[in-house]
């Protein structure tokens, strides 16, 4: 898929105040600062060329908000280390990488994910699928488990970084809502937020790809 159609995708969809921006994982790296060019010095240089398409892309994200080129390492989680007043989310597959922005008086925060549109084996699937959306799946012909891998790696990218709190697959429930728009919810609690509490996610399918944003209002 070419990078074009992605950021025609994301900029049709994404809300005011959400800013982005896409790049090519498979691109030499380039654009680090000295701190992240160290902080991946002993990774593969698979991971070395991901790394630096995310740092390149929320940089690029953040200065469509008006903020200056800056670091951006990574805790210990792996989730990015943002500028004060932002949040952000990066992404990546093998062909395509996205870092989306926003401030943090806007959100409270954002997740994102982009999967190839790839069939999931049976043992995968009903890993990181519950039966009832395996039995809500097999009636309907528009959406795909790797949807609902996608859609449950957003939420989870969304709730950790104000809950600091890991969880799995069988902790969100997801559900269609109309063309476009899945409903996340929650079946144990998580952090502030109580068993039960839902999240949209956006949910757009690509050519060869699809992508899932979750924002927490």
């Known amino acids: 898929m070419s990078l074009s159609a992605a950021t025609a995708a994301l900029a049709q969809s994404l809300p005011q105040g959400v800013s982005f921006a896409v790049e090519d994982p498979r691109s030499e790296v380039a654009g680090l600062f000295e701190q992240e060019t160290a902080h991946i010095a002993r990774a593969v240089p698979k991971r070395q060329r991901e790394f630096a398409a995310g740092r390149r892309a929320a940089r690029a994200a953040l200065a469509a908000l008006g903020q200056g080129a800056c670091p951006i390492l990574s805790h210990s989680s792996r989730a990015p280390v943002w500028p004060r007043g932002f949040i952000g989310s990066i992404t990546h597959c093998d062909d395509l990488c996205f870092a989306l922005c926003a401030q943090a008086h806007s959100f409270q925060s954002i997740g994102c994910d982009v999967e190839e549109l790839d069939p999931m084996s049976d043992a995968v ?3 990181v699928t519950l039966p009832a959306e395996r039995l809500w799946l ?3 012909d528009v959406l795909q488990p790797v949807h609902l891998f996608s859609a449950k790696e957003a939420v989870y ?3 950790f970084p104000v809950t600091g709190q890991m969880i799995g697959f069988s ?19 998580v952090g502030a937020f109580d068993q039960g509490a839902t999240f949209t996610v956006q949910s757009l399918t690509l050519e060869s790809h699809v992508i899932h944003i979750c924002l927490v209002l």
């Not at 902790?171 to 609690?189: E, F, K, M, N, Y």
Request: hydrophobic share 50%; net charge positive; with cysteine.
């Open 125 to 127: 699937v009903e890993a």
């Open 138 to 140: 097999a009636g309907q």
């Open 157 to 159: 990218k969304a709730l």
């Open 171 to 189: 902790d969100v429930q997801i559900c269609a809502v109309s063309s476009g728009r899945l409903r996340a919810t929650l079946l144990i609690p």
